[in-house]
């Protein structure tokens, strides 16, 4: 299941600090988080009232009766969570130094354990865990209705020591059901390294089992970062695979190369379709961008191409990730002069096309309403491989044309202009048009070289500023009423990204104690993010995955009492 899983997942901190609560209250020591019916389900549980516990503090109550991680707790003595008594309202029926049972369920089965309640004196804050580094993220390609997480390895993990692969669906570590991806996050922050792990897993739905010791991030030299091929590429659908009559349909497609990159001294060119990098074949579980996760900057590998039907092979020298400008002199960027045409209607695969006056295309004889089926020897299927050899060609080559006519079959030889032919020295002004565009790729950040994840945690930039009132309408028209009312004293708020996990750490003070709350939503009013602390007053520091979805507007609420404050985070290169 994705991270947004967490859209259903209220998180409930019960006190961590002493000088954040009265000492007359109750105290258990634990971080415990709410479930859906859905996510209880799955775990067998018998109600979807109960909490299950996040992590167990040092010092305290939970700590000594050995209460764990993963147990899920429904009740204090004959008093059960329910929907109208959570475990706030249980822990309020008691005093510290009285002793309860506390029912769990743990890893399937019912138990009652002896606790003797303490302070919020006892404990420090700290809890076991942080350092242990499995190696995993979470696999594109997660299946909502699949048990288990479906993840991707990263080089030289303990991942890859206990022999899991890309595509590998985790169903448990040390005997606690993974459902979600939260789920993994917390069984490796609740380990240290060094400490054992036992992981059932799925491969092609077959059952397997890995154990060993885990590591800590120092063991993993991904510190290097990823190795870049240095292209941007297009995914490939089936039908179009079929009429390239490919027989892999999960490779990429070459879109544009790179000045200077590995994929240009290997000899790349556009619409060169990419299938393996060394062993890593494409597939449904791994995207170019899972195979080159396995190697860094630096690292030979041989890519595996097709090219013109024929399987071709090229060693490449992996370089670092490029913010290069691909534009260039007027003089030197290629214009064939040719645009869409939607008027001419076509039985053939090919791209039909409108001539530009004195153009490359018009020199060489074409038409408007003439059909390109192939440019410089490539077999063009869209628009987008018309864009990709127009691109990758160089001013004042020679290219051969196949286009059809009327039905009829021909061939011509163009030698390719410049943008200066028809635009002169002045490119950019009024009346210029790029008729290489490909709408379905730009130079933008949201067209990523190596097909990037969403976000590129070590170039995203990320800014605050105050809501405006007609986000705030749009929001509540969505669903959501988030008040400009920014009444909450709250003190040296930053949210910063945090590329070793892939995530935004969000960091606050509250000088004030109050019942808080916090929630993130993206631009379309869809919950990212929750986080229910209770009675909270100090520092609040959290991990939030909001890579996913990408450069955009995200709006952050912070509710104490009937306090708020609401900002706009922009995420953005």
């Known amino acids: 299941m994705r991270l947004l899983l967490l859209l259903f997942l209220t ?7 002493a000088q954040h609560h009265k000492s007359s209250r109750a105290f258990l020591g634990i971080t415990s988080m709410e479930l859906d019916n859905d996510k209880a389900d799955a775990l067998n549980l018998p109600t979807d009232d109960g909490a ?3 992590y167990v503090y040092e010092g305290t109550a939970a700590k000594a009766a050995g209460l764990q991680p993963f147990d899920y707790i429904i009740g204090f003595d004959d008093e059960m969570v329910s929907n109208g008594t959570d475990l706030t309202d249980l822990l309020g029926m008691h005093r510290p130094g009285d002793q ?8 399937g089965k019912k138990m009652s354990i002896p606790v003797t309640l303490g302070t919020p004196s006892d404990s420090s804050g700290d809890h076991y865990g942080g350092t242990a580094f499995l190696g995993v993220r979470e696999h594109d390609n997660n299946d909502d209705d699949e048990i288990g997480v479906r993840v991707e390895t990263v080089r030289n993990s303990s991942a890859i020591d206990l022999g899991l692969d890309d595509g590998d669906v985790i169903t448990s570590i040390n005997g606690n059901k993974m459902v979600d991806w939260h789920d993994i996050s917390i069984a490796l922050n609740n380990m240290e390294s060094g400490d054992p792990i036992e992981i059932e897993y799925l491969r092609n739905n077959s059952p397997q089992r890995a154990s060993g010791a885990i590591g800590g991030e120092d063991d993993c030299d991904d510190d290097r970062g990823r190795g870049y091929l240095g292209i941007y590429s297009g995914h490939m ?4 695979a079929r009429k390239l009559d490919l027989p892999n349909a999960y490779g990429s497609y070459v879109k544009r190369v790179i000045p200077g990159s590995g994929a240009e001294a290997a000899g790349l060119e556009p619409l060169d379709y990419i299938v393996a990098i060394g062993d890593y074949k494409m597939s449904d579980d791994r995207s170019l961008t899972g195979a080159l996760n396995k190697f860094g900057p630096g690292d030979q590998v041989v890519v595996t191409y097709i090219r013109n039907g024929q399987t071709e092979r090229a060693n490449a020298v ?6 290069d400008d691909l534009s260039r002199p007027c003089a030197e960027e290629p214009f064939f002069g040719v645009s869409a045409n939607h008027n001419t209607r076509t039985r053939v695969d090919g791209v039909p096309v409108n001539i530009v006056r004195s153009s490359a295309a018009k020199a060489a004889g074409l038409q408007s309403g003439d059909v390109i ?30 286009y059809v006519r009327d039905g009829q079959a021909q061939t011509a030889i163009a030698v390719m202009g410049s943008e200066c032919d028809e635009n002169g020295n002045d490119r950019n002004k009024s009346g210029w048009y790029d008729y290489n565009y490909d709408s379905s790729f730009s130079d933008d950040s949201n067209s990523e070289m190596d097909e990037e994840p969403a976000v590129d945690m070590d170039r995203i ?3 605050m500023e105050d809501m405006d009132e007609n986000e705030a309408e749009e929001m509540r028209e969505r669903g959501v009423d988030m008040p400009l009312i920014n009444n909450l004293t709250i003190e040296n708020i930053q949210l910063f990204p945090n590329p070793n996990r892939g995530m935004f750490r969000l960091e606050f003070e509250l000088p004030q104690q109050g019942e808080t709350s916090i929630r993130v939503f993206n631009s379309e009013a869809r919950l990212i993010y929750s986080f229910d602390l209770g009675q909270y007053q100090g520092t609040f520091s959290d991990d939030i995955d909001i890579s996913q979805n990408g450069p955009g507007a995200y709006f952050l609420e912070v509710r104490q009492g009937n306090t708020s404050m609401v900002k706009k985070v922009l995420l953005q290169y």
């Open 11 to 17: 998180t409930s901190i019960l006190t961590l600090n």
């Open 100 to 107: 309860v049972q506390v029912k769990i369920v743990r890893q």
């Open 461 to 463: 930039q990320v800014s």
């Open 373 to 402: 089926t192939s440019l410089a020897g490539k077999t063009i299927i869209d628009w987008g491989d018309l864009s990709g050899v127009i691109n990758g060609t160089s001013v004042g080559k020679e290219i051969a044309i196949g």
């Open 52 to 54: 299950m516990i996040k």
């Open 318 to 323: 992996l370089g670092e990730a490029s913010d």
């Open 237 to 240: 659908d089936k039908e179009k």
